[in-house]
């Protein structure tokens, strides 16, 4: 058997940085440090920083008054902002500065007067944090079917939001429909850039191998698309949490397996299936070379702008 490992892979910018916040708020204000809803959609990761001290919580009524609460990468929605302050809870936030981002278009466009479609999946706290930006002006769209349906107050006053971790080509299908339907609407590009090149890399890492292994956690967004993008080329693919999920029935007849993981993934469980499959030999296709990073809330930066602390994150993190 032949492996080939696409690059990039696993942890992106934003992932990174929410991990390192919870770390630093660890070293800085001692445990527990509250996290509200899982910090990354990883179970390795979330285990990791429980062991740590991190304790994580699905509402704040779970987190005791004056205490530290760390919002998740995913973002938040105002009114829980609201509910925090009222608390007297010292809240550092971890949302993605790309999710942020999109909180911030749903704000400007709708206090012009605009109706907001997002384009997401209901329920997940991503699109959840966004539809509470601008709630009495939002639409929550997820297929082509619910874009043909949806209504707006004003066609020719509508901007289209995108969860972050969508696939490129069904966000695209949809958007069509939105602009057919509504012409003059603004349509914001909103996937990642993480979500973007992964998606890039697993496509072109499809058309080299019989079998592709995605892994991370099942409720990860970003991973059930990863799976998709390999499956809508012909091939078969499996998103599996590590490598003890991996069913050796996959791998009969199969000569060549393409390896990958998600933005919330672990680099050490990827090595860790590598391992498992005991290939005779290992190759990297690299398809986009990333070199982004971002800055940790004002509230954990020295008075240099520098990190508060510097966490033990280097095992973790992908390696190219």
């Known amino acids: 058997m032949h492996v080939t490992l696409s690059s990039p892979r696993g942890f992106c910018a934003g992932v990174v940085r929410a991990i390192e916040i919870v770390e630093i708020c660890l070293e800085r204000f001692g445990s527990p440090v509250y996290v509200r809803h899982e910090i990354v959609h990883n179970k390795y990761v979330v285990d990791d920083l429980r062991r740590k001290g991190a304790a994580f919580v699905e509402e704040l009524d779970e987190v005791p008054d004056n205490a530290t ?7 938040v929605a105002p009114t829980v902002w609201a509910e925090a302050n009222r608390r007297g809870l010292n809240v550092i936030d971890a949302t993605c500065p790309l999710v942020t981002k999109v909180h911030l278009e749903s704000t400007k466009f709708a206090q012009k007067g605009y109706s907001v479609i997002v384009v997401g999946h209901e329920g997940h706290p991503e699109v959840i944090g966004t539809m509470g930006q601008s709630p009495a002006v939002s639409r929550l769209v997820a297929t082509v079917e619910e874009a043909e349906a949806v209504d707006v107050d004003d066609p020719g006053r509508v901007v289209a939001l995108t ?17 057919r339907r509504f012409p003059k609407m603004v349509a914001r590009n909103d996937i990642c850039y993480a979500t973007t090149n992964r998606q890039a890399a697993v496509s072109a890492l499809a058309r080299k191998v019989d079998l592709v292994l995605v892994i991370g956690a099942q409720n990860s967004s970003n991973c059930s698309r990863l799976r998709e993008v390999a499956e809508q080329l012909g091939v078969p693919a499996h998103l599996v949490d590590d490598a003890a999920s991996i069913d050796p029935a996959w791998l009969e007849d199969i000569e060549h397996v393409g390896v990958t993981s998600g933005a919330s993934t672990p680099e050490t469980l990827v090595q860790e299936v590598v391992e498992w499959l005991k290939p005779e030999s290992v190759t990297m296709l690299e398809v986009v070379d990333e070199d982004v990073t971002f800055v940790l809330p004002k509230e954990l930066r020295g008075l240099d702008g520098t990190k508060w602390a510097v966490p033990r994150q280097a095992e973790s993190m992908p390696q190219h």
Request: net charge negative; hydrophobic share 40%; no cysteine.
């Open 69 to 75: 609460v760390v919002f998740s990468a995913h973002g």
């Open 163 to 179: 969860q972050t971790t969508l696939s490129v080509e069904d966000t695209r299908d949809v958007i069509e429909v939105l602009k």
